[in-house]
């Protein structure tokens, strides 16, 4: 496994920015991992549904298996692509994609025409991946899956940066969490701050601010106006310099907010998110 993964990270430091993986923390600490990045889990209840969504129209809305609809992979593939940010699909192999690992994708019909999926666990009350064409459905679908599931409650992971769909859902969950998405390996520091903070800035807003410091060797200097987001190759004189762990804490982790480092304020952990279907 070292000799691999050693193999591994030496090519994709000459072609990647970041890379991910899905796994126990301190085995890929060794290999310069650090478990980060933002997912949001919610719990919706019945009783949320029975109260906060009664008025919710859910008539005309059916569930199907996701691939034995017309059209599902480009549907799936469409979406994807629209996001803010995504992993490449393949659509040939989308329903290896959604369904792998116990996943099961879930078809969201009206009146016949695919208007979103869900990717469930087996007994379908973990939701890992609700994609949705137009997030103002997100109510009436909720509500349609638990009585037609029957569930007494399900979880509902999501992307921080999906603000219209974490609004509509965050309104009547009865509980949100913050969790780390998955474990990061950053190679280009300048790149990832440069996508991520864009990211976060073009969806939850950042506040001007200036961050410069020297990650793992590299000088950066980040910056956010009104104009938006620059990040520069050079770091300004005197500023922290960090290791990769510790450089990676603060960039990506919850527990980033310990290390005493001087940063703007809500600039980390960055929105970095992984769907469950994207790990394999």
């Known amino acids: ?22 796994g126990q923390r301190q085995r890929y600490e060794y290999f310069g991992f650090t478990q980060g990045g933002v997912r949001l889990k919610y719990t919706v209840e019945i009783a ?20 034995e609809v017309e059209g599902a992979a480009v549907f799936a593939q ?9 992993i490449h ?39 890992s991946e609700l994609a949705l064409k137009n997030a103002d459905d997100a109510k009436r679908i909720i ?18 940066y ?7 859902i965050g309104s009547f969950a009865e509980g949100c969490a913050v969790e780390a998405s998955d474990m990061f390996n950053i190679i280009d520091y300048a790149n990832v ?25 590299q000088p950066v200097t980040a910056r956010v106006s009104d104009e938006g987001v620059t990040v520069e190759r050079s770091a300004k004189p005197g500023a922290v310099a960090m290791g990769k762990q510790q450089a990676q804490t603060l960039l990506i982790s919850q527990y980033g907010h310990y290390l005493g480092a001087t940063t703007p304020v809500g600039w980390f952990p960055l929105p970095i998110f992984w769907y469950f279907a994207d790990r394999f």
């Open 78 to 86: 469409s979406i994807n692509t629209a996001r803010m940010a995504y």
């Open 89 to 127: 699909r393949d659509a040939r192999l989308m329903p290896a994609i959604l369904n792998g690992m116990n996943q099961h994708s879930v078809g969201v019909l009206e009146e016949g025409k695919l208007i979103g999926y869900l990717t469930t666990n087996t007994k379908g009350d973990v939701v």
């Open 1 to 22: 496994m070292k000799a691999l993964m050693n193999m591994w990270l030496k090519e994709a430091r000459e072609t990647c920015d970041m890379v991910a993986l899905y």
């Open 162 to 168: 999906e603000v219209p769909l974490n609004s509509r």
């Open 143 to 160: 509500k349609a899956y638990i009585e037609d599931t029957r569930a007494d409650s399900i979880l509902i992971y999501t992307p921080e």
């Open 48 to 67: 949320n549904v029975r109260h906060a969504l009664k008025g919710e129209d859910v008539k005309g809305l059916e569930f199907r298996p996701f691939f």
């Open 193 to 217: 701050l440069r996508a991520y903070l864009t990211l976060k800035h073009t969806t939850a807003g950042l506040i001007p601010g200036e961050f410069s410091a020297v990650l793992d060797g």
